[in-house]
């Protein structure tokens, strides 16, 4: 599972990176050391031009989308809470994302996500869950492989209404290696660079190769460090979570 992440590089970076070609600047989402479901994310994706047919070139964008996936045929935007992850072994079968894993698939630029191990505190003797924060070893982005969707809000009448549509997205995820395996059982699913252009390309719809995609998480070495409980508050922020502590 995946619950709680940071994502902290600037738009102009990940733009860069990922070698976007349409950003919209009014879109501006801060740095978050502490990204929980339901907040607002970055998400590389690519569309075709909405006056276009389906063989148009797509184009690559960089977009504000809410982490937890409302499916279209979902009656309330809460559902999505609990629609934070999508396993690997079945993303491609569950009604909720098989549409999204053909049609719809993009990146969630992170710095590295958080897990929790239970412990025993040496004070007191009693059971604790002590949180880790867990990223490459030499600090790069990780492209972590998601899925998006669109839901038509009912209450809203006009269609060109900016309110009438959200977006929304789910993290993919898989059995955990490397130092993540020593403190949760699953883990995201990362890509590696040169899987991005078919993971994100609108015209590759082909469940099995898609899958082939997703054998292994993104080579290179993970790192854990044990970090303060204050990131289990959601409303606490700041680069100091990232700070290792004695476990």
Not at 152 to 175: F, G, S, Y
Not at 186 to 195: E, F, K, Q
Not at 209 to 225: F, I, K
Request: charged residues 25%.
């Amino acid at each position: 599972m995946c619950g709680r992440y940071a994502s902290t590089r600037a738009p102009q970076d990940l733009v860069q990176l990922f070698q976007i070609t349409d950003w919209r600047a009014e879109e501006a989402l801060a740095p978050n050391w502490n990204v929980a479901p339901t907040n607002d994310v970055w998400a590389v994706l690519e569309r075709t031009p909405r006056d276009e047919d389906d063989a148009a070139q797509a184009e690559r964008e960089l977009r504000r989308l809410r982490w937890g996936l409302v499916p279209p045929w979902a009656k309330d935007v809460k559902i999505g809470a609990r629609m934070i992850n999508a396993r690997v072994e079945t993303v491609h079968e569950k009604p909720a994302y098989r549409r999204a894993f053909v049609k719809r698939r993009c990146l969630l630029p992170a710095d590295g996500f958080y897990e929790w191990q239970q412990a025993k505190d040496p004070a007191t003797g009693k059971a604790r869950k002590q949180p880790y924060f867990i990223h490459p070893e030499d600090d790069q982005v990780m492209a972590l492989a998601g899925l998006y969707e669109y839901w038509r809000n009912p209450e809203v009448k006009q269609d060109d209404d900016p309110a009438a549509w959200l977006m929304t997205c789910t993290i993919i995820t898989t059995e955990a290696t490397d130092a993540a395996g020593r403190v949760h059982p699953r883990m995201p699913l990362a890509l590696t660079p040169d899987h991005y252009d078919t993971w994100l390309d609108p015209h590759h719809q082909d469940p099995e190769q898609l899958r082939a995609l997703l054998d292994q998480p993104a080579g290179g070495h993970l790192d854990a460090r044990p970090v303060s409980t204050a990131v289990n508050n959601v409303r606490n922020n700041g680069p100091q979570l990232l700070e290792e502590v004695a476990p």
